[in-house]
């Protein structure tokens, strides 16, 4: 189980649902991703977006995730998930706290927001202070989730 966290209040620290759907394209073509699931999630208000992605893009084993039944469907799901691949929000730092291995996609803009247990994460950081997390390239995190496999 693959968690992506591509949204954000800001949309400076949003990474666009192309670009999940790219990342997802290119897990997917790869040996051994052949049976990996991926959860997009975002607020109920971006699952019709998910969904029309998942739809249009025709993603396999794809599937949209909100925690619409209470808080703990978040932390529940973390728990479950193999790799968390998030922006920088709270997600980070909750999967931070269940030790769950991530990538974190962050702009040079914030460095004092990175989660407290470092071994268990990667961090993707644009590359220009003025840079939003959209500027990260889809290569650049496939090459860091094969690398944690």
Same mark, same amino acid.
């Given at each position: 189980?693959?968690?992506?966290?591509?949204?954000?209040?800001?949309?400076?620290?949003?990474?666009?649902?192309?670009?999940?759907?790219?990342?997802?394209?290119?897990?997917? +073509?790869?040996?051994?991703?052949?049976?990996?699931?991926?959860?997009?999630?975002?607020?109920?208000?971006?699952?019709?977006?998910?969904?029309?992605?998942?739809?249009?893009?025709?993603?396999?084993?794809?599937?949209?995730?909100?925690?619409?039944?209470?808080?703990?469907?978040?932390?529940?799901?973390?728990?479950?998930?193999?790799?968390?691949?998030?922006?920088?929000?709270?997600?980070?730092?909750?999967?931070?706290?269940?030790?769950?291995?991530?990538?974190?996609?962050?702009?040079?803009?914030?460095?004092?927001?990175?989660?407290?247990?470092?071994? +268990?994460?990667?961090?993707?950081?644009?590359?220009?202070?003025?840079?939003?997390?959209?500027?990260?390239?889809?290569?650049?995190?496939? +090459?860091?989730?094969?690398?944690?496999?």
């Amino acid at each position: 189980l693959y968690f992506i966290n591509p949204f954000a209040k800001n949309k400076k620290r949003t990474w666009p649902l192309p670009k999940v759907a790219a990342l997802i394209s290119a897990l997917s +073509e790869r040996p051994e991703f052949q049976q990996a699931v991926f959860l997009i999630n975002g607020l109920p208000s971006d699952q019709d977006a998910i969904a029309a992605l998942i739809r249009e893009e025709q993603l396999p084993r794809a599937y949209g995730f909100t925690a619409d039944q209470g808080f703990w469907d978040l932390p529940a799901m973390l728990a479950h998930s193999r790799l968390i691949i998030s922006v920088e929000t709270a997600i980070m730092h909750i999967a931070s706290l269940l030790h769950r291995p991530q990538i974190i996609l962050m702009r040079l803009k914030n460095p004092e927001w990175v989660p407290v247990n470092e071994k +268990e994460l990667c961090i993707i950081w644009n590359r220009k202070r003025r840079h939003h997390i959209e500027d990260i390239e889809v290569a650049e995190v496939v +090459e860091e989730i094969i690398h944690k496999q």
